[in-house]
């Protein structure tokens, strides 16, 4: 059994819809389908999902959301003129003040109920069978839900996107989720395989938008894949990895456009003898925040002390480095803006540090990859490499980190070396 979602760029005109279909077609096991709301058409064009949450800000202004509303209508009139009845009560309710996630939860709605027509599929309304907590979790009843639904014969849709809460409100996941809805389902049915199927040909070793066709990462475990988003890469949604990663269910992502490629396969394990970097990434903006008390490690109430008071200003440390006598936490500077006499409320914080110091302006690389883990013993090869090369380019790191985690070498640097910095590291590690 394999559950295939299909983002909102594979569904965005007939075209695309076709592709989608024939991909579905030529595979029995593809019961269950997810599907996002129509995404662009081209570049300049709008995501139905962006109109819809234009319309409920509108109406809550007080606005008409008529205009608007109308663009959603034609577009999916444009590819089934079934939906008339439904875009009515739609325009009625959001102008009626349901609010900003029924409003943008609509587009997916819609979707399914088109494409089950198409698609020759059961509907099975998201509402009904996935459920949140009050914190927005996935609630564990829905894998029963999902699966006690699509217990027949034949294929099934399901909108992506949103559950209800248990106030029985509609709600949506961030964006991107229908990516965790596609997780919710594949877990539920204890699919073989969860296809992701999107515009792109797969998990790409680097940035596009920095450096020209990176490698496709052919194979890539759910670990790398957190540390790669931990570093600033805008990987798959990190949300959607919790269920099938507790499962063992790899995912399969792969581009509706081009879909005789094999794309990325992420699994829980891989042999990192070939290929021991998954990929790089990076990010600016951070705060180095330096701590530092005498023999620190002595005081059991240091540590916990600070992460107390750090959580309680809603602080979340991107990377945390440990010395003896000093703890360096790296902060969004963002985060840090909006928080008045944040070194003074350290200072005083229970674990009492003797000085606080704060340096802006540090940016992160992350190499990733199940190979760091025998750098120890490969004499640290790619380390090595990656360090000469910065020497080259004369790039000095501020802080570094290999070991917390087995498959990551962090680099904290300055910021005007970032670009640079980056090239550097991408050019040792491409071949
Ligand atoms: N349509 C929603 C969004 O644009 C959800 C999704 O596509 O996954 O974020």
Redesign the pocket.
Known sequence: MIVCKF??SSLADEGQIGKVKKIIESNADRKLIVV??P?KRSSDDI????LLYACARTAADGGSIQKVFNRIRERYLGISGSLAGELDEIEHNIAAGYGADYA?SR??YLSAKMLSVYFNAGFIDAAEVIRLTADGRVDPRSYELVKERTAGDGRYIIP??YGTDPSGAVR????????ITGAIAARAVHADLYENWTDVPGLLMADPRIFDNPPVVREITYREIRELACAGANVF?EEAIAPVKDAGIPINIRSTNDPEQKGTLITSSRSAADVPVAGISGKKGYTAVRLEKFMLNRYDSFHSGVLKTLHGMNVEPGFILYGNDSVVFLIEAEKLKEIPDFRDKLLSCPGAPDRVDLEPGIAVIGIVGEGMRAEYSNAGTITAAVFSRLHEHRINPRYTSFGGSDSMLLIGLQEPDFSKALEAVYSVLKK
């Open positions: 983002g909102g996002s709301a995404g995501k139905i999902t962006d943008a587009g997916e992506g996107f949506t996941f961030s964006r991107g989720g229908s990516d949604h």
